[in-house]
């Protein structure tokens, strides 16, 4: 039976740089997760008897909030709802089954690298139809929406099972339960020599995959191991769970932190790689080597052509703002274009529909390319995998072979968390309100050469991002760019990024935070971060 139901808006439905993020008392709450999903589709048109995918990472309240978007989209006159397994699908899964299948849309359901349980972090994201988050013109009206929202409808009664696989239906609405991995594993096999990367596994090369209990453990262990012959157990924590085992999924050096010791030790395998909770980041270790995320974008770029699926070279590169300009150079010595976005992959889409970029990546552990319209943590490590396959050498010796060519850019973030919002906002103003009066000024030695805060012209359609980041520019290309996080669920998170590039080789040794000691020391003197945030030091430092 369909079954309109009044309800009253939620402020604070607000969805940041990837979707609508909140703790999960907060997704709890009456007709929450509701009002969002029938906000979303009171703004679209045009999907009367069309496609939805649905999935999501796994997370506590996934499959409660999967049962509720089946129903709410039967209420509404979708014709067919693709669903993962047990609901899961990760980030990237989903953005090419959007494609694959020609769906209208998808719902993601995930909070990625934010920790999940009952009390921790909850999300959901829409995708358009070219399978990329959706635009700020949808979620700003999505936004509107939710405000004012007063009625949803929702199909009740009759059973949803998520956990077979195959077709049933709901109100006269389709639901296709599918295997979550098999239309991605297939997509990587097309890009990749498989073949190649057999290959070097029977030579004795060995890989640690850590799926951080979040939703590339399937995924991972079936490519990994089962199609390229890696041994079993080279994917750890490979099963999904509510909680993620207790861990943050976060990729990085402080939540990865046992992978990273492992690669620096005598045991370490020839390399180490992570994902994030829903699939879409990766973290990239060598024996005995960080690889920085700006880095692997530019080195990615550089050898993409021995994959397959990039022997036709490059269209064209793509990078966050706070990305470090790695990339720039790789681009520049192709002779293709370059193009530098907002934080949030969203800003992608455009560029990669256009034909104009190839490769896009975030300093925040992502990198995708225009295979499908997210990035991908998966993706990334089997392009590194094809790239080691063809040149035989160790990640150490690709990486100071590409600074040695290019130059190295020092690149570190400096991540203060919880923070009060009121300090971190009145942070950020202020920058704004002094930025004409820092060129030529002195901080810590450091002459600034310019500041701004970055605007993005989007080439394609036209539209104008403001407010995106506080950059502050000196000699020789070194910066520093100050940032609010978009993602965040308690208090603010203002983000330092802080690079400074190193042409000489015989410079191009040393550790990350003493070769960018008196950037950062600039920084501090600049926005005063101590005082501000009453913080002696950042929270995370990647
Ligand atoms: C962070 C990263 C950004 C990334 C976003 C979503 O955003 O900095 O680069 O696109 O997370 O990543 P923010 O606003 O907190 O800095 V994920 O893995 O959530 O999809
Ligand atoms: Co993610």
């Keep these: 039976m369909i079954r309109t139901v009044p309800t009253t808006p939620y402020p604070d439905q607000k969805p940041g740089t990837s979707g609508l993020r909140k703790k999960v008392p907060v997704f709890q709450q009456p007709n929450y997760p509701e009002n969002f999903i ?10 009367a008897g069309r496609t939805l995918v649905v999935g999501g990472d796994g997370r506590y309240l996934n499959r409660e909030v999967i049962d509720k978007a089946i129903r709410i989209a039967a209420a509404n006159g979708f014709g067919k709802v693709i669903v993962g397994q047990g609901g899961i699908l990760s980030t990237p899964a989903a953005s090419n089954l959007i494609r694959k ?4 849309g998808g719902l993601i359901l995930s909070a990625s690298h934010n920790p999940g349980g009952p009390h921790e972090d909850f999300g959901i994201k829409y ?5 990329g988050p959706a635009p700020e013109k949808v979620t700003e009206a999505v936004f509107a929406r939710s ?3 007063d009625r949803y409808r929702i199909a009740e009664g009759g059973t949803v099972d998520i956990d077979r696989i195959g077709e049933t239906g709901l109100e006269g609405m389709a639901v296709e339960v599918i295997d979550p991995v098999a239309d991605y594993a297939a997509l990587m096999e097309s890009l990749f020599d498989f073949e190649a990367i057999r290959s070097l596994f029977r030579s004795g090369f060995r890989i640690v995959f850590d799926a951080m209990h979040a939703v590339t453990g399937p995924y991972a262990t079936e490519i990994l191991e089962r199609r390229l012959g890696a041994p079993a157990g080279s994917v750890r924590n490979n099963v999904p769970l509510p909680d993620f085992g207790g861990h943050h999924p976060d990729p990085n050096l402080v939540h990865a932190k046992a992978l990273y010791d492992l690669m620096m030790s005598p045991e370490a395998p020839d390399f180490g790689a992570a994902s994030d909770g829903d699939g879409d980041r990766n973290l990239i270790i060598g024996r005995g080597i960080f690889v920085t995320p700006s880095d692997s974008l530019a080195l990615l770029a550089a050898n993409a052509h021995l994959a397959p699926g990039y022997r036709g070279g490059l269209k064209g590169v793509a990078r966050s703002m706070p ?10 010595k192709l002779g293709i274009g370059i193009y530098e976005t907002p934080t949030g992959w969203k800003f992608f889409g455009n560029l990669l529909d256009a034909g104009m970029a190839t490769i896009c990546g975030e300093e925040s552990a992502g990198t995708g390319s225009d295979h499908v319209r997210e990035k991908d943590g998966l993706w990334a490590v089997l392009l590194w995998l094809n790239i080691l396959a063809a040149r035989r050498q160790s990640v150490a010796e690709i990486v100071r072979g590409h600074w040695r060519e290019y130059g190295r850019n020092y690149y570190s973030r400096h991540d203060y968390e919880e923070v009060d919002a009121a300090a971190a906002n009145g942070l950020i103003d202020d920058l704004r309100g002094k930025l004409a009066a820092l060129p030529g000024l002195k901080f810590a030695g450091l002459v ?3 500041a701004d805060d970055f605007a993005y012209h989007d080439p394609v359609d036209g539209s104008v991002t403001e407010r995106q980041g506080i950059r502050v520019i000196f000699a020789g290309g070194s910066r520093v760019v100050f940032r609010l996080s978009g993602t965040g669920t308690s208090g603010a998170t203002l983000r330092v990024y802080i690079e400074r590039y190193e042409p000489d080789p015989e410079l191009q040794g040393q550790e990350t935070q003493a070769a960018l000691a008196d950037l950062i020391r600039a920084a501090e003197e600049i926005a005063g971060i101590r005082l501000r945030t009453g913080r002696d030091a950042p929270s995370v430092i990647t």
């Design 38 to 47: 029938q906000s979303v589709f009171d703004v679209l048109e045009g999907f």
């Design 101 to 104: 299948y020609k769906a209208f």
């Design 127 to 131: 995708n358009i139809g070219n399978g």
């Design 147 to 149: 405000k004012v929202i």
């Design 323 to 332: 990305t470090s300009a790695a990339a720039d150079r790789v681009a520049e």
């Design 448 to 450: 600034v050469e310019a």
